[in-house]
């Protein structure tokens, strides 16, 4: 059974720092790992989708590696803004095209 | 385009009700899944649909939920006897297909269970 792990659960860092936010998942068996932004009470906002082909992707600020191999994917975001603090959530999807989802990273950017 | 929508966005009813909670998918997505949030959780997949079947209900947590798809496009999601464990938000997703596909997600239905 795929398990999908995010850690920190919280962070908090002064504006213009850079952030980053590890994925780590159990079965390395995947079709592609995403990426998502969601604030409170709100839905879920795809930021970037990473085939299980590609080592990385990239959209302006943000930067998403993915090592297949050993599990893992890190989120990087350059220069936070205080517009960046939401909860990022990272899923893969597997055979059965189900997306299984970590428990997310709470973030807060201090102006 | 218009994208994924749900309705209604909050639902609050009262233990052993029945509820029903809607989703539009986007235009010519074949595949539709149903996901529920608890507070401070990540989603978890409860159905896919793939046309008007279920090709994965394995999510479901018991018969009271059921979700159906007719005519391939717009799903409900059915709960029978609600409980306050199922107190969640429903988030609907769509996709062109499955596979390397994207999953587009809608607002969510936050369903509170009194």
């Known amino acids: 059974k795929q398990e999908v792990t995010q850690i920190p659960a919280a962070l908090s860092v002064p504006e213009g720092e850079n952030l980053v936010l590890n994925c780590s998942f159990t079965?390395?068996?995947?079709?592609?790992l995403q990426w998502f932004r969601q604030d409170p009470g709100k839905g879920l906002t795809s930021l970037l989708l990473?085939?299980?082909?590609?080592r990385e992707q990239t959209s302006g600020r943000l930067n998403a590696s993915l090592d297949k191999s050993s599990g893992r994917s890190t989120l990087y975001i350059a220069a936070s803004q205080p517009g960046d603090s939401a909860t990022y959530l990272c899923?893969?999807?597997?055979?059965?095209?189900?997306?299984?989802f970590g428990g997310g990273t709470r973030v807060l950017v201090k102006p | 385009g218009a994208g994924v929508s749900q309705t209604p966005s909050n639902k609050v009813t009262e233990k052993g009700k029945y509820v029903e909670l809607r989703c539009d998918p986007i235009?010519?997505?074949?595949?539709l899944y149903w996901y529920r949030q608890s507070l401070g959780q990540g989603p978890e997949f409860l159905i896919y649909?793939?046309?008007?079947?279920?090709?994965?209900d394995s999510g479901l947590p018991n018969d009271r939920f059921f979700a159906v798809r007719p005519e391939g496009s717009v799903s409900t999601l059915k709960i029978q006897r609600t409980e306050r464990g199922d107190s969640a938000v429903y988030l609907c997703?769509?996709?062109?297909?499955?596979?390397?596909?994207?999953?587009?997600f809608g607002p969510g239905t936050r369903l509170t269970v009194t």
């Open positions: 079965d390395s068996a995947i079709y592609n």
């Open positions: 649909f793939q046309g008007t079947g279920a090709a994965d």
């Open positions: 899923a893969v999807k597997a055979a059965g095209n189900k997306l299984t």
């Open positions: 990473i085939q299980s082909s590609q």
């Open positions: 235009s010519g997505h074949t595949a």
């Open positions: 997703a769509s996709s062109l297909g499955g596979g390397l596909y994207e999953q587009y």
